[in-house]
């Protein structure tokens, strides 16, 4: 099967998960959202045959243009709410995960993305692509499931699902942020020292998660050693996320800089 | 001193430059980085001279953003000093509970009673311990015994660890800054140049472009060859991602252009009065070749240039360095005189800009050109970037310990009295409390059900 028919495929199963979840919303009945928990990770399934059909197609790493790595955040975003609902039980954060994904894979499939792989150019070749790119992009994901149990957080009322949505969320940045240093960060620099000579150069993309960085540090030290929880903490994780959305995505669009690959 | 100390030992000015540090990084994506000074003037007016003197234009080396990463090295350095005696003396002579009520205070508790002597029911609880990877120590003997058990301490070091790694980064930075090298080598085939404060040149062998399919680029190759008291000790083809690392130096590929210097040049010669003859001529810049022996004319290239425009003063000069409007001025000779002369160009046959002396009946055509490329290497030493990896590899081991090396302690008191020991046990974790409630029910089970 074509890559395009597998990605028509995942993205009918991601929407199909995300109209169980909203009626598990609406109903309150959690039978409801077993169906949706089911197709989301099929639609994961599928979604890695997509990848690995794109990546055996194009003979490179699936994330080299505006289409492949949002795509590839997408499913990323999914793998991410999969395994933190396996351990924490949470379909409620379901529809709203379900939603984002939807857009990437809305803003992916939209006609001013071009989909055709493009051979890489000479910057590209390289594994740290796989290492930097992927790492990033998974660290992201557990980011982006942080900022919707913090907004879940905000918007709870009883006491014992504030503290449950507050203690999701510290894990998720427990995930996030080690994967995020590696890949952003680490691997980013030892790519750049590789390709380029020089491990910083001050580009926007590299200041910028570099913030990330810096809020997501916030985050720990104010909670860890201050033991700010609940609002703050929320407040800290949310504004963490939209500088990691903005590195991703801003930078391209709005900065311009060494970066200018996707 | 004191003062001091407890300025740069607290929490909160780490989380305060930590926001400052942000809210200047997020400053310095917004204003473009060193930029000319027109370009700051086109852009902002009059706050651009204000801009340049507050160092707003090259803000990640300005002073003040240097100074709160200075600052911000030294709060890391005494944050983590003044927490590390505490943590040491914790993981190397810790407090052993004595008292039953601190124990029973705990989440992870559990009380029993066996009708045993105390060493007995110490050594099953020990061994129980002891199989699920804890250390022991105890306090105290005959009627009453403390017991702290611990594994996985070295976590309480976690954030030392990553501490650490920061500062070696930040150190590593200020060596690169201080001390790396970096020179563009631009090199001509068969050319060799020498590396800058090094004892040894650098020699392009072959510059080769390769293309995809669809034209556009897939490689730079250059190959080189390392030179050494004049001889040569190491060959390699650099490509970009895959440098060649030399005596502490790394050569990149990071551009190429074109040597205009003698290009080849194919000409068609024409007549105007015979459309048969076409007349295929290849020559360099500055050669001069025979075009019809029988009236003994010639012709030669005088000049070539890769983007023609005309300049000031209507001079012929090049744009660029890239081949987008080629032209050669063509001169004809007959008998040592010289009969025309003018350009021609490859994009634009139709031009004629030949002049004569006396009218001509030739025409030329400006097909091809073929040019040597020059490749840029660039030739770096930095020593700062091994003590980068170095504080990368301690940040992720700090960031391991941290998140996922949580240290739990079991802490129990033993009691004997009439022949029956009581023991009550309690435990601490920081992490993953409930797999540490799960391990701690396990061994209290299992030190029970022993007889």
Not at chain 1, 122 to 145: D, I, K, N
Request: net charge positive; aromatic share 12%.
């Amino acid at each position: 099967m074509s890559e395009s028919t597998l990605f028509v495929i995942t993205f009918i199963l991601y929407i199909l998960s995300a109209f169980f979840y909203l009626t598990f919303l609406f109903s309150k009945e959690p039978a409801r959202a077993k169906p949706g928990s089911l197709l989301a990770v099929a639609g994961l399934i599928i979604h890695t045959a997509a990848l690995a059909v794109r990546t055996v197609e194009s003979g490179h790493a699936p994330f080299t243009n505006m289409y492949e790595s949002l795509s590839f955040l997408a499913w990323a975003s999914v793998l991410a709410f999969v395994v933190i609902d396996k351990k924490f039980k949470i379909p409620k954060i379901g529809p709203y995960i379900m939603l984002i994904v939807i857009g990437l894979m809305a803003l992916a499939s939209s006609p001013i993305m071009p989909k055709e792989a493009t051979p890489l150019v000479p910057a590209l070749q390289s594994y740290w692509l796989w290492l930097h790119v992927s790492v990033t992009l998974l660290g992201e994901a557990f980011f982006a499931v942080a900022f919707i149990t913090s907004i879940m957080y905000l918007a709870a009322k009883e006491i014992d699902k504030k503290e449950k949505w507050d203690s999701v969320s510290y894990r998720c940045v427990a995930v996030g942020f080690p994967l995020f240093t590696l890949g952003g960060l680490v691997f980013g620099m030892v790519w750049a020292y590789k390709a380029w000579g020089t491990y910083w150069s001050w580009d926007p993309k590299e200041v910028w998660s570099l913030i990330t960085w810096f809020v997501f540090a916030l985050y720990l030290h104010t909670r860890i050693v201050m033991g700010w929880k609940g609002k703050r903490s929320a407040v800290i994780a949310i504004i963490g996320f939209l500088a990691a959305l903005f590195t991703y995505f801003g930078v391209n669009y709005l900065l311009a800089g060494l970066h200018s690959y996707a | 001193m004191k003062a001091f100390l407890k300025v740069f030992a607290s929490i909160r000015l780490a989380i305060i430059l930590l926001i400052i540090l942000a809210i200047a990084s997020v400053l310095g994506t917004l204003i473009p980085q060193q930029r000319s000074l027109e370009e700051y003037t086109a852009r902002y007016g009059q706050l651009s001279g204000l801009l340049i003197r507050l160092q707003l234009t090259r803000l990640y080396h300005s002073i003040w953003y240097l100074t709160l990463l200075g600052l911000f090295a030294l709060n890391i350095i005494i944050c983590t000093l003044t927490r590390l005696s505490p943590k040491l003396r914790k993981a190397l002579r810790p407090h052993i509970q004595t008292e039953v009520k601190s124990l029973l205070a705990l989440k992870v508790k559990d009380r029993y009673k066996k009708n045993a002597p105390l060493p007995e029911v110490k050594a099953e609880l020990e061994k129980s311990l002891a199989s699920s990877g804890y250390r022991l120590r105890t306090e105290g003997r005959d009627f009453k015994v403390c017991l702290l058990a611990r594994k996985k301490i070295l976590g309480i070091f976690g954030s030392d660890v990553v501490h650490l790694g920061l500062l070696i980064i930040l150190a590593g930075g200020i060596v690169s800054g201080l001390t790396s090298v970096r020179k563009d080598l631009a090199l001509k085939e068969g050319e060799s140049l020498p590396v800058p404060r090094a004892s040894f040149e650098i020699r392009l062998d072959k510059f080769t472009t390769e293309y995809y399919p669809d034209g556009s680029i897939k490689a730079w190759k250059s190959a080189v060859t390392v030179i050494e008291n004049a001889a040569p000790v190491l060959a390699k083809t650099i490509v970009v991602n895959k440098p060649l690392t030399y005596r502490g130096y790394s050569f990149y590929q990071t551009s190429y252009g074109w040597n205009w210097d003698h290009p080849a040049v194919e000409i068609w010669s024409k007549k105007k009065s015979d459309p048969a003859f076409v007349k295929k001529l290849k020559l360099k810049v500055g050669e001069k070749i025979a075009l019809d022996d029988k009236d003994q004319t010639s012709i030669s290239v005088a000049r070539f240039i890769p983007d023609f425009v005309l300049g000031e003063g209507n001079e012929p000069q090049t744009r660029s360095l890239q081949p987008n409007n080629p032209a050669a001025f063509v001169e004809g000779f007959q008998g040592g005189e010289k009969i025309f002369s003018g350009w021609i160009f490859a994009n634009f046959p139709d031009m004629d800009r030949i002049h004569a002396a006396k009218p001509t009946d030739l025409s030329f055509e400006l097909k091809s050109f073929e040019a040597g490329q020059y490749s840029v290497l660039e030739a770096a030493r930095d020593p700062g970037a091994n003590l980068i990896w170095i504080g990368c590899i301690l940040t992720m081991l700090g960031l391991g310990l941290a998140f996922y090396w949580p240290p739990w302690e079991i802490k129990a008191v033993l009691e004997e009295s009439q022949g029956k020991t009581e023991v009550i046990a309690g435990g601490i974790a920081t992490k993953s409390r409930d797999s540490f409630r799960s391990e701690f029910e396990k061994i209290v089970t299992s030190a029970r059900r022993t007889k």
